[in-house]
C-alpha cells in the first residue's frame, strides 16, 4: 500500500500535533492532605499551576505563611520572597496583590501589579490563598513572566461535607529565575567571530 507523501507528512504533523497536545491537556494533580483544590484550581498567565498542597491548620502571619511556603518550595540560598497579601503590603515596595470578580472559570480574579522596573522578569510565583474553613491551599507556578494576571477558586468543605467557595485572605510569594550570562571566554569567542565574519565580508566586497 503506497500512501502520497504529502499525505503521508499530513498524517506524521497530525500524530505529532495530537500528541503534543495530549500533553499540554494533562489531568489536573489534587493537593495532598485531602481538600478539594488540585493544580486547575489557580491560574497564571493563562497557565495552570505545577504543583499545589492542602494545609488543614489555621496559619494567617505573614512570617508563617512564608516560612511555611519555603518549606514546601524553597531551598536553601533560593527562597521565596512575601510580596503581599491581597489586603497588605509586602517585602518589596511597590509590588501589589489585587483580587476582583469572577470569570467563567474562577471565581476570583487576581492581579501582581508590578514596578516598571520588575515588568519581563521571570519568576517562580506561588499563590497562597487561605479558605473560610481556615484550610490554605498554595499554589507553585514555574517560570512566570511579570506582571501576573490569574484566577483562582476557593474549594473547601464544611463539617456537614457541603462545598464553599470564598477565602479569607490570597497571599504572593516569588523567587526571581537565574538567567544565564556568558563566560567571559564565550564573549570573547563571540566577538572573535563578529570580526571574522566582518573581515570576510569586506575581503569578498574587495575581491
Known amino acids: 500500500m503506497r500512501i502520497h507523501r504529502n499525505k503521508a507528512t499530513a498524517l506524521i504533523s497530525g500524530s505529532i500535533l ?3 497536545s495530549m500533553a499540554v ?4 494533580v489534587a493537593c495532598i492532605n485531602g481538600g478539594v483544590n488540585d493544580t486547575y484550581s489557580a491560574s497564571a498567565n493563562g497557565a495552570y499551576a505545577d504543583a499545589c498542597h492542602y494545609f488543614a491548620s489555621n496559619i494567617a502571619d505573614s512570617s508563617v505563611i512564608t516560612a511555611h511556603t519555603n518549606g514546601l518550595w524553597g531551598s536553601p540560598g533560593n527562597d521565596f520572597t512575601y510580596v503581599g497579601k491581597d489586603s497588605e503590603a509586602g517585602e518589596i515596595s511597590g509590588i501589589e ?11 476570583y480574579l487576581y492581579q501582581l501589579i508590578v514596578p516598571q522596573a520588575w515588568e519581563g522578569t ?3 510565583w506561588v499563590l497562597g490563598v487561605k ?9 507553585l507556578f514555574e517560570d512566570v513572566t511579570l506582571g501576573i494576571d490569574g484566577g483562582f477558586n476557593s474549594f473547601w468543605l464544611n463539617p456537614q461535607g457541603k462545598e464553599g467557595n470564598d477565602f479569607s485572605f490570597a497571599a504572593g510569594f516569588i ?13 570573547a569567542l563571540l566577538g572573535l567571530g563578529l ?9 569578498s566586497k574587495s575581491a
Open 97 to 107: 496583590l489585587m483580587v476582583s470578580g469572577s470569570d467563567d472559570e474562577f471565581k
Open 25 to 28: 491537556q494533562a489531568a489536573p
Open 195 to 203: 570580526i571574522g565574519l566582518r573581515f570576510a565580508r569586506q575581503h
Open 18 to 20: 495530537m500528541a503534543a
Open 175 to 187: 523567587r526571581v529565575v537565574d538567567v544565564p550570562v556568558p563566560e567571559p571566554g564565550s564573549l
Open 131 to 139: 479558605q473560610a474553613s481556615n484550610s490554605y491551599t498554595s499554589y
Open 122 to 124: 521571570t519568576v517562580d
